[in-house]
Structure formats: C-alpha cells, structure tokens
C-alpha cells in the first residue's frame, strides 16, 4: 500500500528566510508524487510534479523539489519566503498500475510567514 | 476561461434534506472526482468518473450519489444517509485517469444547520 507523510503539520518562518517543507512517501515503485497548495477556503493549486525525468523538480513561484529514491523523500523548498506564500501545503502520490487515478494525500503542513 | 467552478460557495443542509453540490469543467477532461477535506486531515476520494454515462466508488462513498450525464458536469448529491456532513469538498479533473495530473475546483463548504 502506498502512503504519504508530511513531517510537519506546521512550520513557520520569517519573511526573506528559506522554507523547507518534508514529505516522505512509502511505495513499492517509484511513483508520480505532487505538491500542492491551498490557500483559505480555496480549492488546490499544483506547485510541481516529479515523474520519473529530473529528480530536481521547479515549480511555480519559486518552489522547488527534489526527489531522493533512497531516503524516500520529496522535501519543498524556497530559497526567500513571501507573505504570499502563507498556505497549506500537500504532498501528494499518484498510484500506479490498477490504481492509476489514485492520489493518497499527506495531511498537511501549514506554513505561517512571519513579517 | 478554461478552468473547473464549483457552486455554491457555501452550502446550509437541514436535518434529513438531500444536497447536491455542482462542478462543470470546460478543459475536455474525460475524468472527475470528487474528494471530501476534513479539518487537519488530506482529501479522501468520495466518487470519480472516467468518461461520460460511467463512474465507480472511492474511499468514502456511503450517503453519497453522483452522475454523469455530461462530460462536463460531474454533480455531487449528498443524501440524507450522509450522517456528518459537514466538510469541505472539492471537484477535480484531468485529461484521463491514466496517471495524469488533477486540477481543482475552489471547493463547496457544506454546513449542517
């Protein structure tokens, strides 16, 4: 079975320093993995998507990922974090084979910016 | 204006009363889903569809019904037999359910009055 862990439910830094946001993810292959973005009361953004081509991932806004077969990871990072980018954000598996529609969510990490 | 809208924003159901939550997409995806967010928790899938007349349960799809009359729409209908449903829940598509990406709707907050 596949499964997603944010290791942090919240993380809050300052505005101008660097954000780092971890997931680790548990599957027998290597999956398609996501990060999305979720703002108050709004649906979900897509920052950046790995499958299988480079293991450093950009994405929008200046968010990055970088994939680690293994330690299993897929940790966000920002060099300089913006008030803007105050959110929750989910790491995200896309299941393969049968289940190949399937995403399984992490529960979370709430980045607070502080001024 | 390409993009998924879901209405309404909020949505009040009283005791016994059947719901239905709208989603239209007009990116010409083929699939739809329809996920439910509880506070602290990620999205658990509730119902998708992979193509128009065809839709197959999720994880958590007991009270709730769909159809798929249109490519485009993918209603939601939350049924009486839904005993909490007080969430947030939010639609989705892509292209095809072959691994593809899902974009999202802005979500419908359902609150029991």
């Known amino acids: 079975a596949q499964s997603v862990t944010q290791l942090d439910s919240h993380v809050s830094v300052s505005e101008g320093t660097p954000v780092l946001l971890r997931c680790n993810y548990s599957?027998?292959?290597?999956?398609?993995l996501f990060w999305y973005v979720q703002h108050p009361n709004k649906g979900l953004q897509l920052l950046l998507k790995y499958t299988s081509a480079a293991t450093l991932v950009k994405g929008i806004n200046g968010f990055e990922a970088e994939f680690k077969k293994s330690e299993t990871s897929f940790h966000l990072t920002k060099p300089s974090a913006h008030m803007s980018d105050a959110a929750e954000y989910f790491c995200?598996?896309?299941?393969?084979?049968?289940?190949?529609?399937?995403?399984?969510f992490g529960k979370g990490t709430l980045l607070t910016v502080n001024p | 204006d390409g993009g998924i809208t879901q209405s309404p924003k909020y949505l009040f159901r009283k005791e016994g009363q059947n719901v239905t939550l709208s989603c239209e997409q007009n990116?010409?995806?083929?699939?739809m889903y329809w996920y439910r967010q509880d506070p602290g928790q990620g999205l658990r899938l509730i119902y998708y569809?992979?193509?128009?007349?065809?839709?197959q349960k999720g994880d958590i799809a007991e009270g709730y019904s769909v159809s798929r009359e249109k490519k485009e729409s993918f209603p939601l209908t939350v049924t009486s037999a839904q005993k909490n449903p007080t969430a947030f829940y939010l639609c989705a598509s892509s292209v095809g359910t072959a691994g593809e990406t899902q974009y999202f709707g802005p979500g419908t907050r359902l609150l029991v009055l």
């Open positions: 990116l010409n995806h083929d699939a």
């Open positions: 995200v598996a896309l299941g393969s084979g049968g289940s190949n529609y399937k995403l399984t």
């Open positions: 569809s992979q193509i128009v007349n065809d839709f």
């Open positions: 599957s027998s292959y290597s999956p398609s």
